[in-house]
T-cell receptor, first 112, second 115 residues
């Protein structure tokens, strides 16, 4: 599976936008970009996924670079509940089935 | 609440023992996944079942085994336990088990402590 690189940690203030970057320079044409997050003392939670085009859902937006070598998860207005570890994961439907390969993730701290 | 249930929530046992962790997937989900989360290794995929059959295997030790039953619940069996097996064990489920666009829903986990 192609690897992803994320900053170890980021900080934000409540109600401000947060941009969480992910580099995946060895991504293949059939790799999908998935984001999960893990709140303290909970199991991971799906956030969003995409292939080439930018995606929006009720939780966040996913901006994918034109060359697909990087992507950014955007939380439009951070809340204290968004404090979590965010994981950027590549999934190749042809070879990985459903398995998620978690990296270190980015620890997001949200200040009131 | 993800709809995935795991029992027990906590388990304390001794080295050399055997334990069974149980997972009930969301209604309608055919695929079940097991993950292990420890402080030094992070979150690691162990094994995936789809509709009763093993589909993918990760870094699962030979002392560990799993199965998915006809009612789709799954059990993870851990035997000859070692101190290093102490971890959080998560079960997840999804509808298809294809990965792409197939959101996984995680349970609350079972915390295993081996003394």
């Amino acid at each position: 599976d192609a690897k992803t690189t994320q900053p170890n940690s980021m900080e934000s203030n409540e109600e401000e936008p947060v941009h969480l970057p992910c580099n995946h320079s060895t991504i293949s044409g059939t790799d999908y970009i998935h984001w999960y997050r893990q709140l303290p003392s909970q199991g991971p939670e799906y956030v969003i996924h995409g292939l080439t085009s930018n995606v929006n859902n009720r939780m966040a937006s996913l901006a994918i670079a034109e060359d697909r070598k990087s992507s950014t998860l955007i939380l439009h207005r951070a809340t204290l509940r968004d404090a979590a570890v965010y994981y950027c994961i590549l999934i190749n439907g042809g070879t990985s089935y459903g398995k998620l390969t978690f990296g270190q993730g980015t620890i997001l701290t949200v200040h009131p | 609440d993800s709809g995935v249930t795991q029992t027990p929530k906590h388990l304390i046992t001794a080295t050399g023992q055997r334990v069974t962790l149980r997972c009930s997937p969301r209604s309608g989900d055919l695929s079940v996944y097991w993950y292990q989360q420890s402080l030094d290794q992070g979150l690691q995929f162990l094994i995936q079942y789809y509709n009763g059959e093993e589909r993918a295997k990760g870094n699962i030790l030979e002392r560990f085994s799993a199965q998915q039953f006809p009612d789709l619940h799954s059990e993870l069996n851990l035997s000859s336990l070692e101190l290093g097996d102490s971890a959080l064990y998560f079960c997840a489920s999804s509808v298809l088990g294809t990965g792409v666009g197939d959101e996984q829903f995680f349970g609350p986990g079972t915390r295993l402590t081996v003394l």
